[in-house]
């Protein structure tokens, strides 16, 4: 990779040389023309600064580290330099090309010496750049192998503790599997044991239960109407019996009416 990034820049010096090369030779040259070689030519320095940047950059995602601000300043001073002097030499030309072409000559060839000055500063950097970036190759690769060790080790760790875990749960669900079925079997106990007691429970009350024909009823009850009979059976109070085992203030609340009235209903049913 560093390889071709430098044959990149080479290649554009190449394009720059020749360039000024056909320039020299092309002594009538328009000034329109002229501007538009130069443009051209500024367009080319544009491209090798962006495509500079762009190696410096690749290399920097790979491998961060300081070196990559500093490389992007000195490509940007670098090319500056280069902007200045390129445009310095077509100025001249522009003001020269008619009067003296020897001077043309004389800046092109020097601009080729900047040119070459720079070149070779871009082509030690990028050297400079390689040797670190493989130093830190050679850095990453061993931490990956450490790393690589400690998940290893960490990977045993691991499944020596899930195979003891993996005993220890299997005896902890038969243990409780054992205590489901002791405490289902308690409940089923205690559910028969319900059962017998509910229908002890009917069968006493099946005994004591009180018909409820008219005489038993809330209607032999002096002051007991249909609309108070159904306000005090809404409260569960339906019968001669329920109105005895009540307490003044239930019926008076039921009913809506005062204590000595549900007083006195108490006392005709008692008796």
Do not use: C
């Not at 040797?131 to 020596?160: A, F, I, K, M, P």
């Not at 299997?170 to 409780?176: F, W």
């Amino acid at each position: 990779m560093f390889d071709v990034q430098r044959t990149a820049v080479k290649q554009s010096q190449q394009l720059f040389k020749q360039g000024l090369a056909t320039q020299r030779t092309v002594d009538t040259m328009a000034l329109t023309g002229l501007k538009g070689q130069e443009s051209l030519q500024r367009q080319q320095l544009e491209l090798a600064q962006a495509a500079t940047h762009g190696y410096v950059n690749t290399t920097a995602a790979l491998f961060p580290s300081d070196e990559p601000a500093d490389a992007h300043r000195t490509i940007d001073e670098t090319f500056a330099q280069l902007k200045t002097t390129h445009a310095e030499f077509y100025d001249a030309i522009e003001q020269e090309l008619e009067r003296d072409v020897d001077s043309a000559t004389e800046l092109s060839g020097e601009f080729v010496d900047v040119l070459d000055e720079q070149t070779e500063q871009l082509l030690e950097m990028s050297h400079s750049i390689e040797d670190q970036t493989v130093e830190n190759v050679d850095e990453l690769s061993e931490q990956l192998r450490e790393q690589l060790e400690q998940t290893q080790e960490l990977q045993d760790e691991l499944e020596d503790q899930l195979e003891r875990q993996t005993g220890d749960v299997a005896d902890l669900l038969e243990r409780q599997a054992e205590q489901v079925e002791q405490f289902q079997q308690q409940l089923e106990e205690q559910a028969e044991e319900v059962t017998q007691q509910l229908q002890s429970q009917q069968q006493v009350e099946a005994h004591t239960k009180i018909d409820t024909d008219a005489e038993h009823t809330l209607e032999s009850i002096e002051g007991i109407d249909a609309e108070t009979r159904d306000q005090l059976s809404d409260a569960g109070i339906s019968t001669i019996d329920d109105l005895v085992r009540a307490d003044a203030e239930t019926v008076s609340e039921a009913a809506e009416v005062s204590t000595s009235d549900a007083e006195e209903w108490i006392e005709q049913a008692e008796a």
